[in-house]
Nanobody, 126 residues
Framework: QVQLVESGGGLVQAGGSLRLSCAAS????????MGWFRQAPGKEREFVAV????????YYADSVKGRFTISRDNAKNTVYLQMNSLKPEDTAVYYC???????????????????WGQGTQVTVSS
């Protein structure tokens, strides 16, 4: 099991930027794909982005493609989500998650992830 702690959320105006961080501990971080999901009030949790265990492959939801960038620093056991050109519809609680199994390239559904952080709120004002 891995423990995940997100940080970096906050209130930002439309068009602004935020960088979320997710610090991991408890198992070999570098062996697992890592993902970001979000959940807005009254909506289901949705996939945002995923990065492979090596960092060599990334995959994004269409709604954030070209605006968000996922990256990881395996030496720091941390995954990041750089969010640019934010829109009010990006408002949600953002969660990072760790793949259930090691050395997979891309996973994108919540059931594929075995560990979740507590979430960090991102609010984009218009």
């Amino acid at each position: 099991q891995v423990q995940l702690v997100e940080s970096g959320g906050g209130l930002v105006q439309a068009g602004g930027s935020l960088r979320l961080s997710c610090a991991a501990s408890g198992r070999t971080f570098s062996s697992y794909a890592m993902g970001w999901f979000r959940q807005a009030p009254g909506k289901e949790r949705e996939f945002v982005a995923v990065i492979s265990w090596s960092g060599g492959t990334t995959y994004y939801a269409d709604s954030v493609k070209g605006r968000f960038t996922i990256s990881r620093d395996n030496a720091k056991n941390t995954v990041y989500l750089q969010m640019n050109s934010l829109k009010p519809e990006d408002t949600a609680v953002y969660y990072c998650a760790a793949d259930k199994y090691s050395y997979r390239t891309v996973v994108a559904v919540p059931a594929d992830f075995g560990s979740w952080g507590q979430g960090t709120q991102v609010t984009v004002s218009s």
